[in-house]
């Protein structure tokens, strides 16, 4: 066997195995961890991979075994175990990788003795890569024999391996296997008189000194853009323009947008390997344990009910979901009817399916069950925590839904929510504790989850050109390199474990960790590959913003004009702005030239100033509301299209905005209190308007309790108990005293038009006389107090609702549930210190009725 070795080679490579040479059998490219595959194989060593977070919840239960409360890690293990464990068992590793052996290498630092104690408590621990490393490491040292020919290398520095890299390679020397450096055998000699401004960069690379600069022959561009969009059609351009099999393109993790637009131009998408952990899928178990924890997260429960893979039955979970959207709580009576409804809806499809009266109730009693674990449960304090069973229950009910649509829709991603499951059980179980806090599962979901999973249906796809997602895959020769996302690298800087003192103490025990500043090094000599390695033209795409946001570009850029382009009018001569080709109908550039066909434009309808339509097209309804004749009144368009044409905006479900849900919640306190008696004292009110406030929030505004809400919780509360009070106040103190509420009365309007309307509250005067209240929230009360100094065709309606006579006029007031304000237009019945100058009922009511005859709504 031929293997082709280099540090960055363990994925996609350029070239691939063969080359330029012919096919034969046992030629391999790879990296060291395929290597490590590769020899054990051939030893027989190999064992299946385990996952790193059991590898974690071991080490949590270990830490667990040995803490004592007096160990260096014990207060963090106290605060967050899952975390602690992660971090000494990174630590562990490390040390591993390079040589560390617990029973001997002991006493150069507490941290590492610690480590020691803790790994010679776990003999039967689960094996992991540093594992697997020193395993194989051991058995080479045992001269034993591999079926590999030769070893060609293709890194140019070895000093920035890891270490226990470097030692690899010189077993296999030890035992016979020939090693090659290749690095240079691509490189290509540039003649004299004859520099490209990418020859230029390669010289400089090389640590040639040149006085040269760039000249802006084309070779080496820089692609700017204000947004991707540009970028990628200047990309997708030069690639229907220049197909070559000797082109790579740098893709990174790939992007959506741009896979997008080039399947939209016909061109093939490089594909998208970023993770994502926003799937639906894999979020049904964190949305579930979310919706466990008190305060109730109502946010939380109504992504659980509306994301495409809910497991809450769908006759039941787009019932609460309108409950939710309306009236933000749980275990309202409308929350209530809408799971009662749901089931009720289910026991008529199995009554009508055939099923006998024993069946129905087996699968009431099931689907009752799994209400209870997803809807219907209870609430937990996020510090003492969920009981430990109760989150297994969790764990394993998700599994199990998991598993079940895997078989009915063979997607993977079911399998992966099931995995997960597992080794969140797994990380709970470590714990060793009876109820696990939100922190400790928060922790474990976080580690487990991690960065998601990759997205399905973005898939590279057949191209003439070589796709790699890091310049460290390049190692040999390539015409055309395009690098796409041309961008700092926002990984931060490398963790430091160790002190100086540490290292120093284990180099010297023959324990040789990776220098600090290796890895960065390292990277930086992949990013050369792209220059270093292409033939005829380097091409870095690098837009200001990625989905919106300002990026800066990548570091290599600094190298390549201080190499080449000092000043800032040469590096514009290797800089273009990708909109130039967006904006001209021809652009050239050196060796390129874009022609743009502009596409055939058809001109879009004049705006109608008058719609016209025939005769009795647009009639009344049969049933108006207060809300369709003010939308008359306002936009006649509108209306007709709402109404008639029954044309109407999507609706999306979310919660509600914040007046809305505190004036239904101000509502249902005013109703509440008003059904218990009339007569209450303004003591009295307070102290039942803070008891219902309490009661009810949970199951109307469940949003006050998350703890950042906690003033305007407050808030609300006190202003709602002064409000009510000085409602109570001015009624008693006017002798007006409540009937009705939210009382629903329906009028003749015209001909075979009936007016309906829900009114808030009807009271009698002390002179007898009927009184309407219409109340709202609002946090500027002084709105209303303008529409009836102007026209409240809300309360006109309402009022010529209640009369009993149309020349009859009856006091309203508009009551303000946040400020406790009234405004009334001009009546003796109510108190004139809240009278608004404004026109009368009877005369607003005339002027609407003349203006709906206008509109063929006569009276």
Same mark, same amino acid.
């Given at each position: 066997?031929?293997?082709?070795?280099?540090?960055?080679?363990?994925?996609?490579?350029?070239?691939?195995?063969?080359?330029?040479?012919?096919?034969?059998?046992?030629?391999?490219?790879?990296?060291?961890?395929?290597?490590?595959?590769?020899?054990?194989?051939?030893?027989?060593?190999?064992?299946?991979?385990?996952?790193?977070?059991?590898? +974690?919840?071991?080490?949590?239960?270990?830490?667990?075994?040995?803490?004592?409360?007096?160990?260096?890690?014990?207060?963090?293990?106290?605060?967050?175990?899952?975390?602690?464990?992660?971090?000494?068992?990174?630590?562990?590793?490390?040390?591993?990788?390079?040589?560390?052996?617990?029973?001997?290498?002991?006493?150069?630092?507490?941290?590492?003795?610690?480590?020691?104690?803790?790994?010679?408590?776990?003999?039967?621990?689960?094996?992991?890569?540093?594992?697997?490393?020193?395993?194989?490491?051991?058995?080479?040292?045992?001269?034993?024999?591999?079926?590999?020919?030769?070893?060609?290398?293709?890194?140019?520095?070895?000093?920035?391996?890891?270490?226990?890299?470097?030692?690899?390679?010189?077993?296999?020397?030890?035992?016979?296997?020939?090693?090659?450096?290749?690095?240079?055998?691509?490189?290509?000699?540039?003649?004299?008189?004859?520099?490209?401004?990418?020859?230029?960069?390669?010289?400089?690379?090389?640590?040639?000194?040149?006085?040269?600069?760039?000249?802006?022959?084309?070779?080496?561009?820089?692609?700017?853009?204000?947004?991707?969009?540009?970028?990628?059609?200047?990309?997708?351009?030069?690639?229907?323009?220049?197909?070559?099999?000797?082109?790579?393109?740098?893709?990174?993790?790939?992007?959506?947008?741009?896979?997008?637009?080039?399947?939209?131009?016909?061109?093939?998408?490089?594909?998208?390997?970023?993770?994502?952990?926003?799937?639906?899928?894999?979020?049904?178990?964190?949305?579930?344990?979310?919706?466990?924890?008190?305060?109730?997260?109502?946010?939380?429960?109504?992504?659980?009910?509306?994301?495409?893979?809910?497991?809450?039955?769908?006759?039941?979970?787009?019932?609460?979901?309108?409950?939710?959207?309306?009236?933000?709580?749980?275990?309202?009576?409308?929350?209530?009817?809408?799971?009662?409804?749901?089931?009720?809806?289910?026991?008529? +499809?199995?009554?009508?399916?055939?099923?006998?009266?024993?069946?129905?109730?087996?699968?009431?009693?099931?689907?009752?069950?799994?209400?209870?674990?997803?809807?219907?449960?209870?609430?937990?304090?996020?510090?003492?925590?969920?009981?430990?069973?109760?989150?297994?229950?969790? #764990?394993?009910?998700?599994?199990?839904?998991?598993?079940?649509?895997?078989?009915?829709?063979?997607?993977?991603?079911?399998?992966?929510?099931?995995?997960?499951?597992?080794?969140?059980?797994?990380?709970?179980?470590?714990?060793?504790?009876?109820?696990?806090?939100?922190?400790?599962?928060?922790?474990?979901?976080?580690?487990?989850?991690?960065?998601?999973?990759?997205?399905?249906?973005?898939?590279?796809?057949?191209?003439?050109?070589?796709?790699?997602?890091?310049?460290?895959?390049?190692?040999?020769?390539?015409?055309?390199?395009?690098?796409?996302?041309?961008?700092?690298?926002?990984?931060?800087?490398?963790?430091?474990?160790?002190?100086?003192?540490?290292?120093?103490?284990?180099?010297?025990?023959?324990?040789?960790?990776?220098?600090?500043?290796?890895?960065?090094?390292?990277?930086?000599?992949?990013?050369?590959?792209?220059?270093?390695?292409?033939?005829?033209?380097?091409?870095?795409?690098?837009?200001?913003?990625?989905?919106?946001?300002? +990026?800066?570009?990548?570091?290599?850029?600094?190298?390549?004009?201080?190499?080449?382009?000092?000043?800032?009018?040469?590096?514009?001569?290797?800089?273009?702005?990708?909109?130039?080709?967006?904006?001209?109908?021809?652009?050239?550039?050196?060796?390129?030239?874009?022609?743009?066909?502009?596409?055939?434009?058809?001109?879009?309808?004049?705006?109608?100033?008058?719609?016209?339509?025939?005769?009795?097209?647009?009639?009344?309804?049969?049933?108006?509301?207060?809300?369709?004749?003010?939308?008359?009144?306002?936009?006649?368009?509108?209306?007709?299209?709402?109404?008639?044409?029954?044309?109407?905006?999507?609706?999306?479900?979310?919660?509600?905005?914040?007046?809305?849900?505190?004036?239904?919640?101000?509502?249902?306190?005013?109703?509440?209190?008003?059904?218990?008696?009339?007569?209450?004292?303004?003591?009295?009110?307070?102290?039942?308007?803070?008891?219902?406030?309490?009661?009810?929030?949970?199951?109307?505004?469940?949003?006050?309790?998350?703890?950042?809400?906690?003033?305007?919780?407050?808030?609300?509360?006190?202003?709602?108990?002064?409000?009510?009070?000085?409602?109570?106040?001015?009624?008693?103190?006017?002798?007006?005293? +409540?009937?009705?509420?939210?009382?629903?009365?329906?009028?003749?309007?015209?001909?075979?038009?009936?007016?309906?309307?829900?009114?808030?509250?009807?009271?009698?005067?002390?002179?007898?006389?009927?009184?309407?209240?219409?109340?709202?929230?609002?946090?500027?009360?002084?709105?209303?107090?303008?529409?009836?100094?102007?026209?409240?065709?809300?309360?006109?309606?309402?009022?010529?609702?209640?009369?009993?006579?149309?020349?009859?006029?009856?006091?309203?007031?508009?009551?303000?549930?946040?400020?406790?304000?009234?405004?009334?237009?001009?009546?003796?019945?109510?108190?004139?210190?809240?009278?608004?100058?404004?026109?009368?009922?009877?005369?607003?009511?005339?002027?609407?009725?003349?203006? #709906?005859?206008?509109?063929?709504?006569?009276?």
């Amino acid at each position: 066997m031929k293997i082709t070795l280099g540090y960055w080679l363990d994925s996609t490579t350029y070239p691939d195995a063969l080359g330029d040479q012919e096919a034969s059998v046992g030629t391999v490219v790879t990296g060291f961890n395929g290597l490590i595959g590769i020899i054990e194989t051939q030893l027989g060593l190999t064992v299946p991979n385990v996952s790193e977070n059991l590898r +974690i919840a071991e080490w949590q239960e270990l830490i667990r075994k040995q803490d004592s409360g007096k160990k260096l890690f014990s207060k963090s293990f106290e605060t967050d175990s899952w975390n602690t464990a992660k971090e000494l068992l990174r630590r562990r590793d490390e040390l591993m990788l390079a040589g560390w052996n617990p029973l001997v290498h002991v006493g150069g630092s507490a941290w590492i003795d610690t480590l020691a104690e803790l790994e010679l408590a776990n003999p039967n621990r689960l094996c992991g890569f540093p594992d697997r490393v020193r395993g194989l490491i051991s058995r080479l040292q045992e001269q034993v024999q591999v079926q590999i020919e030769k070893i060609n290398i293709v890194d140019e520095d070895k000093t920035l391996w890891d270490p226990w890299c470097i030692q690899l390679i010189d077993l296999l020397k030890e035992i016979g296997v020939e090693t090659q450096n290749v690095s240079t055998m691509f490189e290509k000699e540039i003649q004299k008189d004859s520099y490209t401004d990418l020859s230029l960069l390669q010289k400089v690379m090389a640590g040639e000194k040149s006085s040269e600069v760039a000249k802006g022959d084309g070779s080496l561009l820089l692609i700017r853009s204000e947004q991707e969009w540009d970028a990628a059609d200047f990309l997708i351009s030069w690639l229907q323009q220049n197909t070559s099999e000797d082109t790579v393109f740098i893709k990174g993790d790939g992007s959506l947008f741009l896979d997008e637009l080039l399947n939209r131009r016909g061109v093939p998408a490089a594909g998208v390997d970023a993770l994502s952990k926003w799937r639906a899928v894999l979020q049904v178990l964190p949305l579930t344990i979310d919706t466990y924890w008190e305060p109730l997260r109502v946010d939380r429960m109504l992504e659980l009910l509306t994301i495409p893979t809910s497991p809450v039955p769908g006759k039941i979970r787009y019932k609460l979901a309108k409950v939710l959207a309306a009236n933000p709580g749980i275990g309202g009576p409308l929350w209530v009817q809408a799971i009662q409804d749901g089931i009720n809806a289910y026991e008529e +499809i199995w009554t009508a399916e055939g099923l006998d009266e024993k069946e129905v109730k087996k699968r009431r009693k099931n689907l009752e069950a799994r209400l209870d674990l997803w809807v219907n449960h209870e609430y937990y304090d996020p510090t003492e925590g969920i009981p430990f069973e109760q989150l297994m229950n969790i #764990c394993q009910k998700v599994s199990q839904w998991a598993a079940l649509n895997y078989q009915t829709t063979n997607d993977l991603m079911f399998v992966q929510a099931t995995q997960y499951a597992q080794e969140v059980m797994e990380g709970l179980k470590s714990l060793g504790a009876k109820r696990v806090t939100r922190l400790q599962v928060g922790r474990i979901l976080e580690s487990v989850l991690g960065e998601g999973a990759k997205l399905s249906g973005y898939t590279q796809e057949a191209a003439q050109w070589q796709v790699v997602n890091h310049p460290g895959q390049i190692w040999g020769k390539a015409e055309n390199i395009i690098w796409w996302g041309f961008h700092k690298n926002m990984s931060g800087p490398s963790v430091r474990t160790w002190t100086s003192k540490e290292r120093g103490w284990l180099r010297e025990h023959g324990v040789n960790l990776l220098e600090e500043d290796v890895r960065r090094r390292r990277e930086a000599a992949a990013w050369q590959r792209a220059a270093r390695l292409s033939d005829k033209r380097l091409i870095l795409f690098a837009p200001a913003k990625v989905k919106g946001k300002e +990026i800066s570009i990548h570091p290599l850029w600094d190298e390549i004009r201080y190499a080449i382009a000092k000043d800032h009018n040469t590096e514009k001569k290797i800089t273009i702005e990708a909109a130039d080709i967006r904006k001209q109908s021809r652009f050239s550039i050196p060796g390129m030239e874009f022609e743009r066909t502009p596409l055939q434009t058809t001109k879009i309808p004049d705006p109608i100033r008058t719609w016209r339509v025939p005769e009795n097209i647009v009639v009344p309804r049969e049933v108006e509301s207060a809300t369709s004749f003010e939308g008359l009144i306002g936009c006649p368009l509108k209306w007709t299209f709402t109404y008639v044409a029954n044309v109407k905006p999507g609706k999306i479900l979310s919660l509600p905005h914040e007046s809305i849900m505190l004036g239904n919640l101000g509502h249902v306190i005013l109703e509440t209190l008003i059904t218990e008696k009339t007569d209450w004292s303004e003591e009295e009110v307070g102290i039942r308007t803070g008891d219902l406030f309490d009661q009810l929030t949970p199951r109307l505004a469940a949003t006050l309790l998350e703890p950042q809400n906690g003033i305007l919780r407050s808030e609300t509360r006190f202003k709602l108990q002064k409000s009510l009070q000085k409602f109570f106040k001015v009624l008693n103190h006017a002798g007006i005293t +409540i009937q009705d509420t939210e009382i629903e009365l329906q009028k003749t309007w015209s001909d075979g038009v009936e007016f309906n309307g829900r009114l808030d509250l009807i009271g009698e005067t002390a002179s007898g006389n009927k009184i309407l209240f219409d109340a709202k929230w609002s946090r500027k009360p002084s709105n209303y107090k303008v529409r009836l100094e102007n026209l409240s065709v809300q309360l006109t309606l309402y009022h010529w609702l209640l009369a009993e006579d149309d020349n009859q006029e009856l006091p309203v007031a508009y009551f303000m549930l946040r400020s406790g304000d009234f405004f009334s237009l001009p009546h003796g019945d109510f108190p004139s210190d809240y009278h608004v100058a404004g026109p009368s009922l009877l005369e607003s009511h005339q002027c609407y009725v003349n203006l #709906c005859k206008i509109f063929g709504h006569s009276s």
